[in-house]
C-alpha cells in the first residue's frame, strides 16, 4: 500500500552518501502505486524527484519537496527466432538484470557489467561502458506520463538517444516515470572485446575464444579493479562524461599532446579520456578535506566520509577549470547535480 512518509534521510537513497532529507518521501512498488500517488493533491503543490538506485546524483542541499523512488520489480522473458525481448521492472538493479542475461546466454548487455544504478535510469542515461551503449540493445520502454496519469510505450526512434543523452533528459525532461524496460537481446553473441582492457584480461585468463560470461567476468573485473565500491566509500561511478570534439579540435590538442588517449566515434568526431585528462592535471588519488578523487581512476569522485554535496560540487569545478587551462577541453558533469 502506497505510503508518504515526511522528513526522510536521503543519505541511504544516493551512492554518494551524502547526509540531507526530503521534505516527503514516497517508494513506488507497482504501476498501481504511480496512479495513486499522482491522485494525490501533495504532487499539485510540491516539487518532484524522481530517483532508481541514486547513482547517477549529487545532492548540495535538502530537497524540499517530494522524492519518489522507483522500485518495480519483475523479469519477463518473450524468445523470438532472431531475438529474445528481455522486459524488466524499472527498479530492477541493473548488475542483477545483466547477470540474470547472461546466466540465461541472452547476450548483448554483457560489457555492461557492474555499472550502478536501475534499470529504469538506463535509457535516460543512455548508459555505456566497453564498446557498448544502452542504445545498441534498447527494444522500448513503457512510461507513466505525470500530466495525465496514463501510460505510453517509447520506441527506439522515440527516445532520440545521443552519448549519455536521450529525450527523457532533454524534451521530456520531468514529464514521465518510466516504469519497465524491453531489450533486444540475442542468442548469438557478438563478442565485443576491442575496446579498453578487455582483451588484455581475457588474455591473462587464458581465453582465446571468449563467451558472454568470459566477457562479463573480465568486465567486472576490470570495473572492481579501478573503481570504489559505494557501500564503502561514497561515489556515483564516472563523475564527467568524455568529451567528444571535433577533428580539427582534436587536431590542435594532439599536436602538443601527442600522447593523448583518444577514440574515434565514427561520425567524424574524437572522443577523449576524461579520466587521462584528469590525472594529466594532477588530480589522481587526491583528497581536499572530506572529497577527492579515487586512486586508481581520476574519473570518479569519492566521498571520504561526512562530505556536503557542495564540497564535492566545488572540488569538481577545481578539476574542470583546470583541464580546461590545460588542454583547452571543457568536461561536463555527468552526474545530475541537485
Given at each position: ?61 535538502d530537497f524540499n519537496g517530494l522524492v519518489i523512488k522507483i522500485s518495480i520489480k519483475g523479469i519477463s522473458v518473450n524468445a523470438g527466432t532472431e531475438k529474445i525481448l528481455v522486459t524488466a521492472g524499472a527498479g530492477e538493479v541493473w548488475n542483477d538484470f545483466v547477470t540474470y542475461c547472461v546466466t540465461h546466454h541472452y ?231 541537485l
Amino acid at each position: 500500500m502506497l505510503q508518504i512518509q515526511e522528513n526522510i534521510s536521503l543519505q541511504p537513497y544516493n551512492s554518494f552518501g551524502i547526509a540531507v532529507q526530503a521534505r516527503f518521501f514516497a517508494e513506488i512498488l507497482e504501476e498501481a502505486d504511480l496512479k495513486a500517488l499522482f491522485q494525490h493533491e501533495l504532487v499539485r503543490t510540491q516539487k518532484i524527484l524522481v530517483i532508481g538506485g541514486g547513482s547517477n546524483v549529487l545532492f548540495t542541499e535538502d530537497f524540499n519537496g517530494l522524492v519518489i523512488k522507483i522500485s518495480i520489480k519483475g523479469i519477463s522473458v518473450n524468445a523470438g527466432t532472431e531475438k529474445i525481448l528481455v522486459t524488466a521492472g524499472a527498479g530492477e538493479v541493473w548488475n542483477d538484470f545483466v547477470t540474470y542475461c547472461v546466466t540465461h546466454h541472452y547476450a548483448g548487455v554483457e560489457n555492461l557489467s557492474l555499472i550502478p544504478g536501475t534499470v529504469g535510469a538506463s535509457p535516460i542515461q543512455n548508459i555505456g561502458a566497453y564498446g557498448v551503449e544502452l542504445k545498441d540493445v534498447f527494444e522500448s520502454c513503457t512510461a507513466f506520463e505525470m500530466g495525465t496519469g496514463l501510460i505510453k510505450t517509447f520506441s527506439y526512434a522515440d527516445c532520440h538517444f545521443g552519448y549519455r543523452e536521450s529525450i527523457f533528459k532533454n524534451e521530456l525532461k520531468g514529464q514521465y516515470i518510466i516504469t519497465a524496460v524491453t531489450f533486444r537481446l540475442s542468442a548469438e553473441a557478438e563478442i565485443n572485446t576491442s575496446y579498453g582492457a578487455i582483451e588484455a584480461e581475457l588474455e591473462k585468463r587464458g581465453i582465446a575464444n571468449p563467451n558472454i560470461a568470459d566477457v562479463s567476468a573480465a568486465v567486472s573485473h576490470i570495473r572492481v579493479s579501478k573503481l570504489p565500491d559505494p557501500v564503502t566509500i561514497g561515489n556515483a561511478g564516472s563523475f564527467f562524461k568524455n568529451p567528444v570534439i571535433e577533428k580539427y579540435e582534436f587536431a590542435d590538442i594532439v599536436a602538443k599532446h601527442p600522447d593523448m588517449v583518444h577514440y574515434p566515434t565514427g561520425d567524424g568526431k574524437v572522443k577523449l579520456a576524461a579520466g587521462w585528462l584528469i590525472e594529466q592535471c594532477g588530480w589522481k588519488g587526491k583528497v581536499v578535506g572530506n572529497t577527492g578523487t579515487w586512486k586508481n581512476q581520476a574519473l570518479v569522485l569519492v566521498n571520504h566520509g561526512g562530505a556536503s554535496g557542495k564540497e564535492v560540487f566545488d572540488f569538481s569545478a577545481q578539476i574542470i577549470d583546470s583541464v580546461k587551462s590545460t588542454f583547452g577541453v571543457t568536461l561536463e558533469r555527468e552526474v545530475n547535480i541537485l
